[in-house]
């Protein structure tokens, strides 16, 4: 290892993030009692314009009135982009009102790293202005050519960032990719046209010590096209992916979950190993291959990830 290590900033269970538009309060209901790891209310791109205000005072009353936490939630809040001008109110009246019932803000569109130390520099008023002892966090969205141009920078913010999410729908209309769905992949491209993005995504991720999710899949009425991206993105490093329909919540569950039979693999890795340290060896094999401190790294990714899963 280089003396340079940044460890994982704040670990969190986030294999299936739930879109909920917050101008719908049944839906609210509904998604806290679902089986999504991660709940986001949303302010931003879900809501017209003449929804916004009361959608925020939705999302409020919703953080107040329901306990996520016991529900074994992560909740969080979609504000408004820096360019609107909704986007100070929601910092200020979500912040204060229920900033010790929300456990992250999840800030659009970010593309340089002043658009989260603008607010960073808020939330950190508000808290301490109210006495909070709670912190909340921040998570962005690369959506833009823009901020996937700054990406790495924008990991490196430190402060509050815990994860960055790719945007996909809004990174395609940004980079006038040449498709009007959402996420889906383009017949013409030989391969997975947003590989490279996502792949660049969460290198910047993993060597800041961040989470990496990936975004929505728009076409709820295809389980199998939403596994095959989420398992790509899992095949990449992501740990979980968004749902906009609650139908793909358990597709996500499934896919960023590690199958009985990894995790079993997993811990015969160790077992191996430990029995070749006993005898002075560094690797040892397992079935016909080669293991050694490298396999041992990536078998406590999956025990980690089982043992969290096992807790929620
Ligand atoms: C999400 O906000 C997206 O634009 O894909
Ligand atoms: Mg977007």
Redesign the pocket.
């Known amino acids: 290892m280089s003396h340079t290590l940044h460890p994982m900033r704040k670990a969190r269970l986030q294999r299936s993030e739930l879109?909920v538009p917050a101008s719908n309060p049944a839906m609210i209901d509904k998604a806290a009692d679902g089986p999504a790891d991660y709940v986001f209310l949303d302010l931003?791109?879900a809501i017209a314009p003449s929804e916004k205000v009361q959608a925020r005072k939705n999302a409020i009353q919703a953080l107040n009135d329901i306990d996520w936490r016991a529900k074994g939630k992560t909740v969080s809040v979609?504000i408004n982009g820096l360019d609107t001008h909704y986007m100070y109110r929601d910092v200020v009246d979500v912040m204060e009102q229920a900033g010790d019932k929300v456990d992250t803000l999840l800030v659009?569109?970010v593309a340089v790293t002043g658009d989260l130390y603008m607010v960073e520099a808020m939330v950190n008023q508000i808290e301490q202005a109210k006495g909070f002892t709670t912190r909340v966090g921040l998570e962005a969205?690369i959506?833009t050519a823009l901020g996937m141009a700054n990406v790495e920078a924008i990991a490196q913010f430190g402060g509050r960032l815990e994860a960055l999410?790719?945007?996909?729908?809004?990174?395609?209309?940004s980079m006038r990719a040449r498709t009007t769905n959402?996420?889906g992949l383009n017949p013409h491209y030989p391969g997975d046209q947003w590989h490279a993005s996502i792949s660049r995504m969460v290198v910047a991720c993993r060597a800041y010590g961040l989470r990496a999710i990936d975004?929505?899949f728009g076409d709820f009425s295809d389980p199998e096209g939403y596994k095959d991206g989420a398992r790509r993105a899992a095949a990449l490093g992501c740990e979980g992916k968004?749902a906009i329909h609650p139908s793909q919540i358990a597709l996500a569950n499934e896919v960023f979950s590690p199958p009985e039979a990894e995790v079993t693999r997993a811990r015969r890795i160790i077992e191996e190993l430990r029995k070749a340290e006993a005898q002075g060896k560094g690797a040892a094999q397992l079935d016909g291959r080669m293991i050694d401190a490298a396999s041992e790294r990536m078998a406590m990714n999956v025990l980690v990830l089982a043992d969290a899963i096992a807790a929620k």
């Open positions: 879109a931003e791109d979609r659009p569109k969205l959506e999410h790719f945007g996909v729908a809004d990174f395609a209309a959402i996420g975004g929505p968004w």
